[in-house]
């Protein structure tokens, strides 16, 4: 990708207007004394021995050992910060008390350690010297991002749309992080599950196969590698497939897909080298309850959980998936927040099953009624999905299949609104199978029964935006509340993306792509 794509700069001030702070400070440490031995050597820490108080402990204290090793005011000199004492919550500075918790401060709050939480986490660890505390009720791949396929592609992408530049920048992000593990002699292959195997967006009509074509020319005028395949020449390229006398596919040959529970644990065991440090904390398992705001600003200035509360004091990130608008809404409820976040579950449903012996694939396929609601203005709406109904809702089936890391076959996907709920239902199971065996017809010499016996179903929620479009930005009038959510079943395709867009705000730099039509701004706020 790279050398394709020339998004064009845009100021940040068109896009928002976050003001950094003057003086940054961290709070990932769990003793001032450890924190500065860290930090200004082993003099000091010296000094500071007898002052071996918690980041929680009594406020008093802290100040006069915080006075004591500041007499000459070098820990805030040159950028070199020192510890502070968190702000007392009982005071009328803020909205609410929280009795006893612990507090701590960090520079940066993110809500959720689905992938894009722990990329723009890595993102600011990597190119700021800002601390980072990540929160979330449950722990990293527990949403959207643990049961995704894993595709980093371009093949379905539309060429021209708000989302390109995001997409496209993504994915060279994505390819430039692989090659320089490949540079270090590491195996991005069992580190990631990262293959290139190139994608295939097929169709089965004669409808389907002029939309197919007709996106060869946007994708290639948009810089983009792309192949139309007919049906008497599908067997050059992938014989397993079959698409009728009058289908064919698309082929994107530098397309890639990962493992996603692999890329968050590689991602997530670098962001902790940063501990050490005193620049990275993460809190699993416990939920965020309560923004905290200021009265006298009127800035969210952090969050409590069910055990703690955070500072936030450059911003607090919501990045929270399918949740946030129920978190976002609960959280500001007492505090009369005007801001309603539009974010719905969309469940889905993958098969992760034994693959057939007799069934090989060489690249990851998708039909393209999967992608006909995104691009029906630019091409026509020629779906081929089945559409389902239950007793309980209605759903629509696409094919998707690959090969895992592991050698699994993982056949999908599903979409239907059924609120948070994650059980498994036949009905969708078995369309996703015999949707699949359309395509491929080594399907139907196996029972989907005896496939599932070394597999398992996968059920994640998408965080779902009518618009289409993912939230990323500062919520106008809150300037240090910052959203990064709605990115659908896009999150690990957009993640290096949206990181790297969400450190630029935070910097106050210019973007390296339009971020506004992802603004929060007449989007979300009531």
Request: charged share 20%; proline share 5%.
């Amino acid at each position: 990708m790279a050398g394709l794509i020339s998004p064009a700069t845009v100021s940040s001030g068109d896009c928002f207007s976050f003001s950094p702070f003057s003086r940054q400070i961290p709070r990932d440490f769990s003793t001032v004394a450890g924190f500065l031995r860290v930090k200004n050597g082993a003099d000091l820490h010296q000094r500071m021995k007898r002052a071996h108080f918690r980041v929680s402990g009594n406020a008093e204290d802290m100040s006069k050992s915080r006075i004591s090793a500041n007499s000459d005011g070098s820990m805030f000199k040159d950028g070199i910060r020192g510890a502070r004492p968190s702000k007392s919550l009982g005071s009328s500075e803020y909205s609410y008390s929280s009795g006893g918790l612990e507090k701590l401060d960090f520079d940066i709050v993110i809500i959720g350690a689905g992938i894009i939480g722990l990329t723009i986490a890595r993102q600011l660890l990597l190119n700021t010297d800002l601390s980072v505390a990540i929160v979330d009720a449950k722990g990293p791949c527990a949403g959207a991002t643990g049961a995704g396929q894993g595709y980093i592609w371009m093949g379905y992408r539309t060429p021209e749309s708000d989302k390109w530049e995001l997409e496209a920048r993504s994915k060279q992000l994505w390819e430039e992080f692989v090659q320089e593990l490949e540079a270090s002699g590491l195996e991005p292959l069992k580190l990631l599950g990262w293959k290139k195997t190139g994608s295939l967006l097929v169709g089965t009509t004669s409808e389907e196969s002029a939309a197919l074509q007709e996106r060869v020319k946007l994708l290639s005028k948009a810089g983009i590698r792309a192949e139309f395949f007919s049906a008497s020449s599908m067997h050059l390229i992938e014989p397993a497939v079959e698409v009728g006398k009058e289908g064919g596919a698309l082929f994107i040959p530098d397309d890639s897909q990962i493992d996603a529970k692999l890329a968050v644990s590689f991602i997530q065991e670098k962001n902790r080298v940063f501990t050490s440090q005193g620049r990275y904390e993460e809190f699993f398992e416990e939920p965020a309850v309560h923004f905290l705001r200021s009265n006298r600003k009127g800035h969210i200035e952090g969050v409590q959980t069910s055990k703690r509360v955070l500072y936030g004091n450059k911003a607090v990130i919501l990045a929270a998936g399918a949740w946030s608008c129920s978190l976002i809404e609960k959280m500001a409820e007492e505090l009369s927040f005007p801001l309603h976040v539009p974010v719905k579950p969309r469940k889905g449903h993958l098969l992760v099953l034994e693959r057939p012996q007799t069934l090989q694939l060489n690249h990851g396929l998708m039909e393209i009624g999967y992608c006909n609601h995104q691009i029906a203005s630019v091409l026509p709406d020629v779906s081929s999905r089945s559409i389902v109904h239950s007793s309980l809702h209605s759903l629509s089936v696409s094919m998707t299949a690959t090969i895992d890391s592991e050698g699994s076959l993982v056949l999908g996907s599903s979409r239907q609104f059924a609120g948070f709920d994650c059980e498994p239902e036949d009905v969708v199971v078995n369309s996703i199978f015999e949707r699949a065996a359309k395509f491929l017809p080594a399907l139907n010499k196996s029972s989907l029964r005896e496939l599932l016996k070394g597999g398992h179903i996968r059920i994640g929620l998408r965080p779902y935006m009518p618009d289409g479009k993912p939230i990323i930005g500062p919520v106008p009038n809150m300037p240090k509340l910052m959203l990064a959510t709605g990115h659908e079943g896009a999150g690990l395709c957009m993640a290096f993306g949206t990181a790297e867009m969400v450190v630029e705000m935070i910097l106050g730099n210019a973007t390296k792509i339009d971020c506004r039509p992802f603004s929060p701004k007449d989007r979300c706020c009531k």
